[in-house]
């Protein structure tokens, strides 16, 4: 299925994105099932293009947000917690998908979200 085209499509992964920009080290969107982290994961990966694009026409050539975008610096993660052995996390939201600042936070807090 194709991406929607819709603004109003990107409300959700947009605010999960200034809320990472915002966030020290980032944050998290939790689900139910590993397909919608996925789906959530490529949504975010979408709007981050879209708002490049959308920066390619507000934007002059020689400024440093053409062809950029301000979650450049974000970096998407999914994690399962299905698949460890003791979490204890909430059992129906064991899918995770992680916008973070610096990739190698996920091995640093993988048991200790409660610092993102």
């Known amino acids: 299925m194709p991406a929607p085209k ?34 959530f994961r490529q949504r975010l990966y979408t709007a981050r293009k879209a708002q490049r694009k959308l920066n390619n026409k507000m934007y002059p050539p020689d400024h440093e947000l053409h062809d950029a975008s301000p979650y450049d610096s974000l970096t998407f993660i999914l994690k399962d917690w299905a ?18 600042h610096d990739p190698d936070l996920a091995a640093e807090v993988s048991y200790n979200l409660t610092e993102l």
């Open 83 to 100: 698949e460890e052995p003791h979490s204890a996390r909430v059992p129906h939201l064991l899918h995770e998908v992680w916008v973070v």
């Open 6 to 39: 819709s603004e109003l499509a990107y409300a959700a992964p947009l605010g999960v994105l200034e809320r990472a920009i915002a966030a020290p080290r980032g944050t998290c969107a939790s689900f139910q099932t590993s397909g919608q982290a996925l789906n």
